[in-house]
């Protein structure tokens, strides 16, 4: 395990996520309504669109490309969509969030990158480096 000091559970907004560059790409970091922390690879396994800007409802994250919905513990799609992304292991500790930047699920490594001409169509885009916190 590899696990790192991310700060304070509000530096994360609540039904959001801050995106923070991990080893092997970007990962976003999602706080629920019930202060519940999750973590997965910054890329829906569709057509790899940015998770961390999709709408947080429960415990799932719906993609603001092609509303695929993404189980935040497993990162796995449900519903009668397939596939999944990077999942890692987070915890709270007095406050504090921590990032084990070790995988529990590794991303397919043919998961395509956002389509830039789609994300403009939805409004969003790719954490630009400065968006990015390095860990």
């Not at 080893?23 to 706080?31: L, T």
């Not at 992304?85 to 504090?96: F, K, L, M």
Request: proline share 8%.
């Amino acid at each position: 395990m590899n696990w790192v000091k991310l700060g304070a559970l509000e530096t994360i907004p609540r039904l959001g996520a801050r995106v923070v560059a991990g080893p092997n790409g970007d990962i976003a970091v999602f706080r629920t309504a019930a202060d519940g922390v999750f973590a997965l690879a910054d890329r829906c396994p569709h057509k790899g669109g940015p998770l961390s800007q999709g709408i947080v409802h429960g415990e799932r994250v719906t993609c603001p490309l092609h509303n695929w919905v993404i189980d935040l513990a497993s990162g796995s799609a449900t519903g009668p969509d397939t596939g999944c992304t990077g999942a890692y292991r987070v915890r709270v500790d007095q406050g504090q969030v921590w990032l084990d930047l070790d995988p529990v699920v590794s991303a397919p490594v043919h998961a395509a990158a956002a389509d830039p001409e789609e994300a403009a169509e939805a409004g969003t885009q790719a954490p630009t480096p400065a968006q990015r916190e390095a860990v």
